[in-house]
C-alpha cells in the first residue's frame, strides 16, 4: 500500500518536479482548446479505439504553447485538485510544444522513459497548399489547407476570423487560426473545443534532467519503441528496474508513472520491480503523429 | 535545329522568370518596433494568392508565381493589432511594402463547443461491467481486473491507477470495511451490472468542500442480485503424501436498498483454499502484547522454497448493515477464524564460546493452533452539517503453540526429548471516535483513539518449568502537522507528535530446585515531539537540499512493585538529518544524505528478572532503559544511457552507532542465557553495491546484473568475554527475463552468495547458490499453464555441499460453467533442504522438511450466470 500510495504522490512530484518553472516567456491573448482524438488498436484481436484527450492552445503576442488540459490546468491555471486526471491523460505522452520559442523555432519537451527530451526544429516547416472550399465551422467561416508533414497528409479548416498562424500539434503558419486537421489516413484528429480571450502566463519549462536531442534521432527511437506492440503490453520491459527511475505503464489503457522513493534506504527496493505491475490485458497501441 | 530549341527555350524561360513577382517589406508599430507574426497576404477578391507572416525583425517575404492582373489587396492581420491593407498593382518584379500597425483591444468572437472537460468528466467514473467481463471471469474481482486503471494484487487489495482503494461500497453502503475481498472473491461477477470509481471521494459529507485524494469503489448489483438471498458453493479435493484434502465452502447474501447482509464460511486442510479471503486491508488482523513479546512463540520453520507448514484453515463470517435514516447507520462484523499450522525442521548449532563451538543439535515439530472471534459495531451519522461516528470493536486471540525438540548435545547419545507448550490468550477492546461540526465557515472536529490491550496469561511449560506472564496496556496517540510553502525554493514542514501510553506486565517462573523469580512492573510513558525541517532547490533546479531536526522529550516513570523501585527519565533528544541531490546532467544524478538518530527503551528495559523463552533459554534485561545513538550516512551514483536501454548505478552507505548496554550471552551444554549488561557498546557497518541492466529491444529480453559487499562489526559478551565480530559478505544476482513469442513467457534468475564471519578465534564461511526458471505459456485464452524449477546448491560445512531441486506446475481451465484449477506442488517431492547460516558469532545448518508432492483439483460452480 505505501508504495502504491508513493507511486501516485511521486508521479504528481514528477509533473511538478519535471516541469520546475522558472521563467515566463509570454501571456496568452487567446486560448485554445482541442479535442484530440486517435484511431488506435486494442486488446488481443486488434480491435479498433478511438482515444481522446483534450490540448490547450496558449497563443501569445509572440509565442505559442500547448500542452494537454489537465497540465495545463494544473501548470499553468494552478488548479490542484486535477491529479488524477493530470495523471491518467498522461497516457497520451501529449507533448509541450512551444511555438517560436527561441525565435524562427519550435521547441517541444516529450516524454519518453525514463526522461524528458527536448528537440527543436525550425518554424514554418509546413508547405501549405490553399483550396478554394469555404465551410462554417463551429460559426467560424473556415477554408481549408492541405500539406505534407513529417510523413502524414494533413487537411485542416482555418479561419481568417482568428488572424493567428496558430494551430493544433506542430501544424502552424496558415493565415488564420486552425480549428480542425486531420491526417489523410483518418488516424489523428484535432477538432476545436472551445476559444476564449484569456490571459494566461507561458511558463518555460525546464529542467537539468532533461536531453536535448536531434529531432530526426528521437522521432526515430521513440517510433521503434513505442511502435513495438510488445512494448504497449509492458513498457516496464524496457525500463532498468533501479530506484531513481521514471517509467511509464500503459495497463488497460491507464498509465502509471513510477519514481522510486528519493529518500529510502538503498536496500528499499533494491531488487525492484517495477515487474510486479500486472501486465495490461487491453493496451491501446501506439500512433505516431510524426512517422519521420 | 538543336540551337533552335535552346532559344525557344530560353524565351520560355525568360518569360516565365518575368512574370514572378516578389512583395518584402518590414511591419513596425507606432513605437517604431517590430512586429512579429503579422499575417501577411495578397488577396485577388476572395482568393488567396500567397501568404505569409512576419519574423522577429518584422520581416516578410511574399511570392507570386505570376504577377496578377489588375489590383489586388495587400493585407497585413495580427490579433494585437488594427488590421490594414494596401491596394496595389504587382507589375515590378520586386515590390516592397512598409507597414505600421497600430494596436488595438484584443477582441475575439469567443465560442465554445463542449462545455469544460473538467465539470463534463466529474469525479466519477462509471463502468458497466457486463462489456468487460471476459469469458470465464467468475468472481466479482476477476471482473474488476479488467477495468481500466484498475490493478488487484495477490492478496486481493484493489487499487486504482496505483492508488490503494479507501472504501469499498456495495450500493452506496460500506459494510465490510477492509475486508472487502469476502465480496470481490464471493460475489459473482455476472450480479454486478456497474461499477463507480469516485475519485477525490469523500467519505464524510461535511468534507465536501475539502481536498482529497481518496478513491472508492461502488458496486451497483442487478435486481435478481438485491432481494433474495443466494450464494456460490466451490469445492475442491486433492491429494498429498497419502492423504486426502479437502476444501469447501458457502456464501450468502442479500442486497436490499437499505439492509445488506454477506454470511460466508469455508474449510479446509490443503492450505490456501479461501486464504485471503479474510485479510483486512485496513490493517489489524492480528495483534500483540506486552507479555506475548516477553514470552514469544516458537515459530515455525520456514522456507524460501516449496512449502514447509502443513495448514490448515477455516473461517466463518457476517455482516450486517441497517440503513435508520438517509444520514444515519449501524453496522456489524462478526467473524471467527481458525488456523492450524504443522511443520518439522532440524538444525545443528555451532555456538561459539571462545575456543571450541558447542554443538548441540534439535528436531522441532512446532505445532500452532489459533482461534480468533472479531466483533466490531459501528454507528455513524454522516450529515452535510455535521459528522459523528463512533466505531468499537473487540478482539480475542487464543492462541496454543507446541514445539517438542529432540536435543542432542555433544554430538553424543540418543538424545533428549524437551517438551514445549505455550498457551496465550489476548483480548484488544478498540474505540474510534471521530465527530466534527461546522459552525459558520469553520470546522471543529475532535478524534479519539484508545486501545486497550489486556493479556490476562500467558503460560509456557517447558518440561518441568513453567513461566508465566500478563501485560495490561493503554494506549493514545495524536499527530498533526503544518507545512508551509515560501516561494518557490522553500518549503517548511513542522510535524506535531503525541503520544501517551500506561503500562503493566508481570512474569512469574517457577524452576525446580530455584526460588520463584517474579517480577511486576507498571509506568506511562508521554512522548510528545515536534520534527521541523526545511528544503532548499536552487534556481536552476540542479541541487536540492534538505535539512531537519527532530527534536523529542521522552518522559518515563516506570514502578517496580516488588521492590517499590522507580525508574523515571525525562530526556530530551535531538536528531539532526540533511541530504543533498545533485543533478550533473540528463544522465547523471548524485545523491547523500546523513544523520544522526537516538532511540531509547522502555518498560520492557526493566524487566531484569529472567524469563525462560525455552526449554534452555532464558533472558533478562539490563535493568537500564537502552539508550542508542547511530550516525549513518549514504552516497549513490547513478547513470543512464538513453536509448541504448542501459543503466547503471552504484552505491555506497556508511553507519556507525553507540548504545549503553551490551548484549551478553551465555551458552553451556545445557542452557542458554541471554542478558543485557550496562556498558557501552559500539557497532559499525559499510556496504555497496552495483547494478546494471540491458534490454534487448528486438528479442524483447531484458538482462540485468546485480552486485553487492558489505561488512559490518559488533561488540557483544560472550562467555563473559567481549567478542567483536567482523562480518563480510558478497551477493551477485544475475537475471534474464525473455519473452520470445507473445504467448510464453520466461524467466531465469541465478543467485549466489558468500559469507565470512571473523572473530579473534574463529574464522568461518559459507555460501550458497540459487536458481529459478519459471515458464508461462497460454495457449488459448480460456487455458493457462504456469510451471516454476528451483534449484539450490548450498553448504553445509565447509567443503560439503548439499543440492535440492523443486518442481511445480498449474494448469488452469475456465468454461462457461465452472472454472477448473489443477495445481501441482512439489512434483518432485523432495522432502527438505539444507541452508547453513550465521547469527553473530554462531554458524547454524539448518534442515526444513517440506510439504510432499501435492495435487489439488478445485473448481468453483458458476451458478450466478445461469440464473
Known sequence: ?292 | MKRLLYIILYIALAATASAQVKVTGRVIDLQNKPVSDVIVKVVNGSKTLAFTSTNAKGEYALELKSAPSGEVSLQFNHISYEKESERLTLKERLTKVDMVLTPKEVSLKEVTVKPDPLRQRGDTLSYNLASFLKKGDVTLEDGLKNLPGISISDNGAISYMGKGISYFYIGGLDMLGGRYNLATKNIPAEYATQVDIMKHHKHRKIDADEESDAVAINIKLSKKAQFKPFGQPEFGVGMREDKVLYAAGATGMMFTDNFQLLASAKYSNSGNFGLYDMVNHSGGDTFGSLATDKLPAWGQAGSSVGESVYRTNGYGSFNAIQKIDSVRLVRINADYTYERMNSSASSEAYYFAGGENIYISESVSPLAKAHRPMFSVKFENNASNHYFSDTFSARAQFLTNESPTLTLTGGEGDGELNSQHRDATSINLHNNFWGTIRMGKKKLSFTSNVDFIRTPEVLMLMNDISQSGQSTQLNTRHSTSLQVKLGSKWKIDMPIDLTANYNFIETELVKPGFADQSQRMSGWKLVPSVNPSTSWTSANKKLYSSMGLNMKILNLNYLSKYDNKRTTMSEVFAEPHVSLRYTFNATSELNFSSGFSNAAGDIMDLLTTPVQTSYRSTSAASGVIAKSQSWSTDLRYTKQVPFSYFTFSANASYSQGKRNVLSSRTVSQTATESTSIFRDSHSRSASGGINASKNILSIFTKLSANANVSWSSSEYMMQNSLVTSYHTGYSVRLQADVTPVPWLETNIRGDYGKNFMRTTSSNQSSDNLRCTGSVAVFPIPAIEIRSTCNYMHNMVEPGKYKDASMLSASVQYKTKWAVWKLTGENLLDVRQYTLTSFMDTDRFVHTTNLVGRTVMLTCKLLLAGHK
Open chain 1, 1 to 292: 500500500m505505501k508504495r502504491q500510495i508513493i507511486i501516485i504522490i511521486i508521479a504528481l512530484a514528477l509533473t511538478i518536479a519535471a516541469q520546475g518553472q522558472t521563467e515566463t516567456i509570454d501571456t496568452s491573448k487567446f486560448v485554445v482548446t482541442y479535442d484530440y482524438a486517435v484511431q488506435t488498436k486494442m486488446g488481443k484481436d486488434d480491435r479498433e479505439f478511438v482515444d481522446s484527450c483534450c490540448v490547450a492552445l496558449m497563443v501569445g503576442t509572440r509565442h505559442t504553447m500547448q500542452m494537454e488540459y489537465y497540465q495545463y490546468v494544473w501548470q499553468c491555471l494552478g488548479e490542484r485538485s486535477v491529479e488524477i486526471e493530470v495523471v491518467s491523460n498522461s497516457i497520451h505522452l501529449y507533448p509541450t510544444i512551444y511555438g517560436n520559442y527561441p525565435d524562427g523555432m519550435m521547441t517541444t519537451r516529450e516524454f519518453l522513459a525514463p526522461r524528458l527530451y527536448v528537440i527543436e526544429e525550425p518554424m514554418n516547416a509546413q508547405q501549405w497548399t490553399l483550396t478554394d472550399d469555404t465551410l462554417t465551422v463551429m460559426g467560424y467561416t473556415c477554408k481549408m489547407a492541405t500539406c505534407h508533414y513529417a510523413g502524414r497528409d494533413w487537411t485542416v479548416c482555418y479561419t481568417e476570423d482568428i488572424p493567428s498562424t496558430a494551430g493544433p500539434w506542430k501544424l502552424h503558419g496558415l493565415p488564420g487560426l486552425i480549428v480542425r486537421a486531420t491526417d489523410n489516413q483518418g488516424i489523428h484528429t484535432f477538432c476545436l473545443r472551445s476559444l476564449e480571450q484569456k490571459a494566461v502566463a507561458m511558463p518555460l519549462f525546464n529542467d537539468p534532467k532533461d536531453m536535448h536531442e536531434k529531432r530526426d534521432k528521437f522521432i526515430k527511437e521513440r517510433n521503434k519503441l513505442r511502435c513495438n506492440s510488445r512494448y504497449a503490453k509492458d513498457p516496464t520491459y524496457y525500463l532498468s528496474s533501479k530506484r531513481g527511475m521514471v517509467g511509464v505503464s500503459y495497463y488497460d489503457g491507464t498509465s502509471f508513472l513510477f519514481w522510486d522513493e528519493e529518500d529510502s534506504t538503498p536496500a528499499d527496493n533494491f531488487f525492484d520491480p517495477i515487474r510486479s505491475i500486472p501486465k495490461a490485458e487491453n493496451v491501446r497501441y501506439y500512433q505516431p503523429l510524426e512517422l519521420e
